[in-house]
């Protein structure tokens, strides 16, 4: 489980002014007030949306402000009212209002799809001036000012759960493959362990489809017994629905490499070894040019005959398969 945050400024409209204004009209000798009322200030609005499964627009996007109300005018015509803001936000999000002194109360819980909640109320309109006329004062000149609205700061909590896992030996490449394909930042370095925590990052497919990648320390032989940083970390892709393998272009044996992993898997939980997987050869950019495909052919071959698993040449600074891969990681995840 990953918590994905956002903290955001939202500010309600503010009212409105009722206006002070008098009826003029020919051949009428003393109208009567008819200053009409503020419209009321838009307000923000959370909308629960199944189709947004992350904070990710939050933490660009920072400021939402909705409309202020205009003022009344003469004719007792009241100002139009401040539009809306809406935040759209995936089911699951906490909402929490942020007071000064850094507490935080939890204002809502986004859970149904189209679901309204008032997160910041419009002020409301003053009034005019005709509101006020009395038997003993029938030229009132005055009118209430609109109300106006706070500058509030929310925090937005979503408890993640990561679609993809990232599996592979240390240095294999993960972590960049999680930087070019995210907007996460990952350690990367030409040691093994450079991960030591792991890392979550949502990939985006379109506008409005994305799903998240969980970057884990690399797994070596011998993990289930301690070995390297141990296989605690597997619980972190335990329940993601796919499992994507990174294979070395330049290992010396991929089935065996692929062997291994599966089997720290295995031993840390039978389950993980059925999961639905990708294998991708990783850092093609490393092979010469003319023997990529030759080395596709044979370690695809290989693959399909021994595990029945597709494999996919990639590389993450070369640019190579990037898109691919992430289509079809994410036919795979809609095929669940
Ligand atoms: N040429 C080339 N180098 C790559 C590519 N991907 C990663 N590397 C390099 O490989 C090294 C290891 O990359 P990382 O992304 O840190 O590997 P990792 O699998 O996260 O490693 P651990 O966190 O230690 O398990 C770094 O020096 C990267 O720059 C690639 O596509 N091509
Ligand atoms: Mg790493």
Redesign the pocket.
Known sequence: MFIDHARITVKAGNGGDGVVSFRREKFVAKGGPDGGDGGRGGSVIAVGDENVNTLLDYRYNKLFKAENGKPGSGARKSGPGGANVYLRLPLGTEVFRVEEDGKKFKIADITHHNEELVLARGGHGGKGNSNFATPTNQAPRHATPGKHTHVMELELVLKLMADVG?V?????????????LSSAR???????????EPMLGVVRVSDYQSFVMA?????IEGAHLGKGLGHQFLQHIQRTSILLF?I??GSPDPVNAFRTLRSELYLYDPFMDKKPCLAVI?????VPEDEREALTEAISAQFRKEFGVSVLP?????Q?NLEELKYRLFRMLKEQ
């Open positions: 990232l592979g030996f240390p240095n294999a490449g993960k972590s960049t493959l999680l930087s070019v990952p350690k990367i370095a030409d040691y093994e362990f450079t991960t030591l970057d884990i320390p690399g797994i990174l070395e272009a990783s850092k093609l950019d490393t990639i590389s993450s600074v070369g190579i």
